[in-house]
């Protein structure tokens, strides 16, 4: 091993096993990042400073919706990979569609199974849209990064090749070529999770939750951002590879994000807030 380069941390991808149960780390990261996302979404809506009075959406509303917007992300994460990433083998292999233990799933196309949960819920509760999305985005950072944590535990969805002047570079097992590769994993888990998550903190602290439809559209926007940049470190899925100019389908996938985001950010700071929420915003 160089001098400049780390081993990779040979962590079992199985967290728990008793018996013929084993419970792996990926299924851990879902499960966490709803619970904890619950969690943090539940004292979001009961602290009334944030929204200047009672929240939009009542908890027992944010308990019921933690169904929908589960199923939201694993139907639509799923349909996105397949869709995505690998049409031509699901074709073939319709049956392999359903086994979600063996991985596969699309940020992209879950965010889009989000989308059309926050949509239903809300339209079926009668509540505001924009506010369920505020919700919904200011925790989903938490499972973004308990997700890339897990892909790096599993040894997946690995990194460029990286010289020597990266010394935290490393060999991932499963790489049939055995290069020294960026931890692109723990890379995304810094920009989508760990950054994302503090810039809407602090904006939602500064009011933005006043503003149905900020905390949305930035989400969107710096997500897409942070993923783009991700890229650039992170080796495309082999049965893609490089796109056009050197694009990856994460890259294009991530644009219309940005430019739908920059649009949420511009109508919600342009909606008129009423006057006691506009001074202390």
Not at 29 to 40: D, E, H, K, L, T
Request: hydrophobic share 55%.
């Amino acid at each position: 091993m160089p001098f400049l380069a780390i081993t990779f941390p040979a962590i079992d991808p199985v967290a728990i096993s008793i018996g013929p149960l084993a419970i792996r780390w990926y299924a851990l990261a879902y499960i966490s990042g709803i619970v904890f996302g619950w969690i943090y979404a539940r004292a979001l809506i009961r602290n009334e400073k944030l929204w200047d009075g009672p929240a939009p959406i009542a908890p027992v509303q944010l308990d019921d919706f933690i169904l929908w917007v589960t199923i939201g992300i694993i139907l639509g994460g799923r349909t996105g990979y397949v869709l995505f990433y690998n049409p031509a083998f699901f074709i073939q292999h319709p049956a392999a569609i359903l086994k979600l233990w063996e991985g596969g799933m699309s940020f992209h196309g879950g965010f889009l199974g989000c989308v059309a949960a926050v949509m239903l819920f809300a339209l079926k509760n009668k509540i505001s849209i924009l506010s369920l999305g505020d919700i919904t985005t200011a925790v989903a950072p938490i499972g973004i990064l308990l997700g890339r944590l897990a892909n790096f535990i599993k040894g997946e969805l690995w990194g460029r090749e990286a010289d020597a002047s990266v010394p935290w570079r490393m060999v991932f097992p499963d790489d049939p070529l055995h290069l020294f590769r960026h931890p692109s994993q723990l890379y995304e888990a810094a920009l989508e999770g760990i950054l994302l998550f503090t810039i809407l903190a602090v904006m939602i602290r500064m009011g933005a939750l006043k503003r149905p439809g900020l905390i949305l559209g930035s989400f969107i926007a710096i997500y897409g951002l942070a993923r783009i940049t991700g890229e650039f470190f992170r080796e495309p899925d082999p049965q893609l590879g490089f796109l056009w100019g050197g694009l990856t389908m994460g890259m294009l996938l991530s644009v219309p994000m940005i430019i739908a985001g920059a649009i949420l950010i511009m109508m919600a700071w342009r909606r008129k807030a009423p006057e006691h929420i506009q001074k202390s915003i």
